[in-house]
């Protein structure tokens, strides 16, 4: 049983950054792969990046490469996405997701956040 909270969403405008949270809890979290997902309206879910607890198997989607960043602390049990030079097009909530495969599908992950809104504006 694993739970996932985001924070961190929120209005920006083009160019600029946002930092999103994902704290995890439950006995069994740190068996997981922490990945971050994205859905606008009419869209599918679509894959965002991915970390093991460890700091390894980071894996970036090509629409937000070279310009995010997806970090770990153990410490705080918290999964970081950091989000720069924005665009209209990364307008989505945002999820949180654990998975024993976590490889870049939706079906590979097992428990999932509530979501958090990024609103990027012109």
């Known amino acids: 049983q694993v739970q996932l909270v985001e924070s961190g969403g929120g209005l920006v405008q083009a160019g600029g950054s946002l930092r999103l949270s994902c704290a995890a809890s439950?006995?069994?979290?740190?068996?997981?792969?922490m990945g971050w997902f994205r859905q606008a309206p009419g869209k599918e879910r679509e894959f965002v990046a991915r970390?093991?607890?460890?700091?390894?198997?980071?894996q970036y989607a090509d629409s937000v490469k070279g310009r995010s960043t997806i970090s770990r602390d153990n410490a705080k049990n918290t999964v970081y996405l950091q989000m720069n030079s924005l665009n209209p097009t990364d307008t989505a909530v945002y999820y949180c997701?654990?998975?024993?495969?976590?490889?870049?599908?939706?079906?590979?992950?097992?428990?999932w956040g509530q979501g958090t809104q990024v609103t990027v504006s012109a």
């Open positions: 997701a654990a998975g024993a495969m976590g490889r870049t599908t939706v079906a590979t992950y097992d428990y």
């Open positions: 439950g006995r069994t979290f740190s068996r997981y792969v």
């Open positions: 970390i093991h607890w460890s700091g390894g198997n980071i």
